[in-house]
């Protein structure tokens, strides 16, 4: 069936020991994500079988004969969405009794109806992101996981990593298959990324985008409102400033449609808890693209320009270096790969006002949760925990922890109880 998916050195990834839990139950499962963030190499390590959905000779293959993939193997439906009809397949060889860890499909982009079942009950989603920090080589010394048992874990771990390797690593991307090539040919892997969604992935999502050079003009001002809860319209009044295109929301929601269902877009929803102590809270989203790569190579930056404060026009929706913008971003990516694992949700708390705010909300089933606000700077004082103190006056117990996530050397705990974590240090 062609050239094995499986990666010559597999990197290890924690979504695996999710993956393998759920497999011991779950008949089939499909594991979503954008293009290049690993979803078949790690899918490839658990099957027997591999059906790659993209080549036109393989879906004529399991077209003709659609039962090649119900012969008892482990078997995994690569890009599955090429042929959709191998959903509804799967789905009935689970109602017909399929063992558990029969099946793996994987899905670069959303599919509309097209006259297929949800799944739901028999195929279980799972969703995959680019490479977080401590799937990078780095090695974590705190665990997300503990802080959201409440007990105040002690702070420990020492790490080298500064603010160089940061912008390194936001630009050098989360895409295991491009962030191992040399600089030159890694960047122009990256503007081959950007440009097949514009070109390509979108047309063949069925889009009605009938622009792509808007499209593109689009997508780098979104990449510009990074870390922000900057409004869709403001984007595109960027984007297209003097046009009528900047009003159409049609046109808006195609774009934002087309992008979501590509996986590129990861906005952060707005936490909305239900306390009777939190009132007038804002529901925006906080704007993120899937990998901080995507936006420093929309906006043409590399590494020094973002060390050196080059933002060229970056700035349009924030204060601040652009910079803090994707290490948050690069935070906010990994901090939801650990929580997933700990099956918690992840928003960004803010009052209408603006006067309280809070970055990263990781949120346990039963409401309470850890509140993480990131700073690129590696010191933290009395003003940086203002609103994290604040939550923890409002809330009570049900804030297990708080954190601020930063750019400095040492893990530790303030005299307050809000704990300080370097980046690097922070893992599942």
Known sequence: ?????????????????????????????????????????????????????????VRALLEADPARILNGQRVLLDEWQHLPATWDLVRRAVDAGASAG?????????????????????????????????ERGYA??????????????????????????????????????????????????????????????????????????????????YAAATATTTTYTKIAASATPGTREQSSRTTLGIYRDALEGLFILDSLPGWLPNNAHLSELAAS?????????????????????????DDRGAALFRDGPFLGALFESLVALS?????????????????????HEVDLIVERRDGRCV?????????????????????RDKIGPALLDAAIVTTGTSAY?????????PAALLGP
């Open 1 to 57: 069936m062609s050239e094995s998916l499986r990666a010559t050195h597999y990197r290890t990834r924690v979504i695996d020991s999710e993956l393998d839990e759920l497999l011991t139950g779950a008949a089939a499962i499909s594991i979503e994500g954008a293009k290049g963030v690993g979803k078949s190499a790690t899918a490839a390590e658990r099957v027997d079988a591999e059906f790659r959905l993209e080549s036109a000779t």
């Open 102 to 134: 029969r099946f793996i499909l994987t899905g670069s982009a959303s599919v509309a109806d097209m006259g297929r079942h949800s799944g739901a009950g028999r195929i279980l989603i799972l969703r995959m992101r680019p490479l977080a920090i401590a």
């Open 140 to 221: 974590p010394s705190v665990s997300l996981a503990d802080l959201l048992t409440g007990d105040r874990p002690a702070m420990v771990g020492e790490t080298s990593v500064d603010l160089a390797t940061y912008a390194s690593e936001i630009v050098t991307s989360g895409f295991p298959g491009i962030r191992e090539l040399p600089g030159r040919i890694r960047r122009a892997q990256l503007d081959s990324y950007v440009d097949r969604i514009v070109d390509r992935d979108v047309a063949e999502l069925g889009s009605k985008l009938r622009n792509p050079a808007a499209l593109k003009r689009w997508m780098s001002a």
């Open 285 to 309: 989203p906080k704007h993120h693209l899937a990998d901080p790569a995507l936006a420093a190579t929309l906006l043409g930056l590399d590494e020094q320009a973002l060390l050196a404060g």
């Open 335 to 355: 901090v939801r790969v650990y929580a997933q694992r700990s099956e918690c949700r992840v928003s960004h708390f803010r009052m209408h006002r603006g006067e």
């Open 371 to 391: 509140a993480l606000e990131v700073k690129l700077s590696p010191h933290v004082n009395d003003g940086d925990v203002r609103h994290l103190t604040w939550l």
């Open 413 to 421: 705990r303030r005299p307050d109880g809000i704990a300080v974590i």
